[in-house]
């Protein structure tokens, strides 16, 4: 077991259900102004024939939303019957049958949710895939998600003291091919600037709009991959480095509060951290995986943005924010609510 670490950051921002629409959740009967206003936890890489301690320490964290961050259920085929049994068998587990009953839960899906590993434009059953992932989500008929391509997705929360957007991309279903690498223990290289997209044009002008219309306090961007860790050779944005400059300058563009990202696919949880010209505060990326599975053989990678340690057990994320104070706690949680790793960030 990993000893706790607090990582304390500054940055003060210099700016002053299930659906679009937005969700209004009222303060609990106990609840005082010290509580954050917001507590969301989110998680990743997820079989469901594997066992899964978590779902009864989520409930006990009571966070007003549940984010899967991808890899879902691990349904590598393109028979979508097989797809949606993987599904049922989730919603079959007891604890996190418990948990939808109780909590919002949104999120995104990954390769191994689209229906094969490092999957994208090309995969031909992504159609009905995506039908099988909004059913999962229980999404509604009239969804727009249920109409158009991509399971991108936005959803805005609503309390008292403020409010929360979350911005769920996808990053399989218009991903054009990225580069192999033949180098021992990497699989892809950076394709050359420019060339081929991960979000597809449709979805850019959709994000461009969701955060330069956000009157958020805070904007958390779901993306199933990373985003800022850029040197391994495995599947991250900077595959496409032309994407990775254009989402840093919408972000920065739009004007939009407290922006930060949510990603999994690694099988590791880290925190990375970046200073992205003219942003008023950091830029934090919060990687969580894996809720049944982790990478307990990792030896080390290099992360120039990387804050504190890499966490190699199973975990899932945890972040409560206060629109009071403008403060951000991320946490990576071990099982019976053990706090592996922590950041707190002011905004």
């Known amino acids: ?17 299930k659906s679009k629409q937005g969700v209004h959740l009222g303060d609990s009967p106990d609840s005082t102004k010290h509580r954050p206003d917001f507590s969301i936890a989110f998680g990743s890489c997820n079989k469901p024939g594997m066992e899964n301690v978590f ?37 079959q587990v007891p604890g996190y049958a418990a948990l939808k009953e109780q909590v919002m839960v949104t999120g995104t899906w990954d390769d191994h949710d689209y ?31 249920r109409l158009r391509e991509g399971v991108y997705s936005s959803q805005v929360l609503t309390k008292p003291g403020g409010t929360l957007k979350i911005i769920n991309l996808d990053t399989r279903y218009f991903r054009t091919a990225i580069t192999p690498d033949k180098r021992e223990g990497r699989r892809y290289r950076p ?15 959709w994000l461009e709009n969701e955060l330069n219309t956000s009157k958020a306090d805070f904007n958390l961007i779901v993306s199933s991959i990373q985003f800022l860790s850029d040197l391994h050779g495995w599947e991250k944005w900077a595959n496409h480095p ?10 920065v563009a739009s004007g939009a509060k407290g922006v930060m990202i949510l990603s999994g696919d690694r099988h590791i949880s880290e925190f990375s951290r970046a200073t992205v010209p003219g942003l008023p505060y950091p830029l934090i990326d919060f990687t969580a995986s894996g809720l049944t599975h982790a990478y307990t053989g990792f030896s080390g990678e290099e992360n120039p943005y990387r804050i504190g340690e890499v966490v190699a057990q199973n975990n899932y994320g945890h972040i409560t924010l206060d629109t009071d104070t403008k403060t951000v706690r991320f946490r990576i949680m071990g099982d019976g609510g053990k706090v592996l790793q922590e950041l707190k960030q002011a905004y």
């Open 115 to 145: 229906g094969a590993n490092d999957a994208g434009v090309e995969f031909p059953s992504k159609k009905g895939s995506q039908n099988a992932f909004l059913n999962f989500l229980e999404v509604p008929k009239d969804d727009a998600r």
């Open 242 to 251: 032309h994407e990775v400059d254009r989402l840093k300058k919408v972000i």
């Open 55 to 91: 779902w009864d320490d989520i409930l006990q964290a009571r966070p007003d939303v549940f984010i899967w961050g991808g890899d879902n259920v691990y349904a590598d085929t393109d028979d979508v019957s097989e797809i949606e049994d993987f599904y049922k068998a989730q919603h």
């Open 191 to 205: 394709n050359t600037y420019g060339d081929g997209t991960l979000l597809g044009e449709t979805q850019w002008k």
């Open 1 to 17: 077991m990993k000893h706790l670490i607090h990582i304390f950051l500054l940055g003060f921002l210099m700016y002053g259900c």
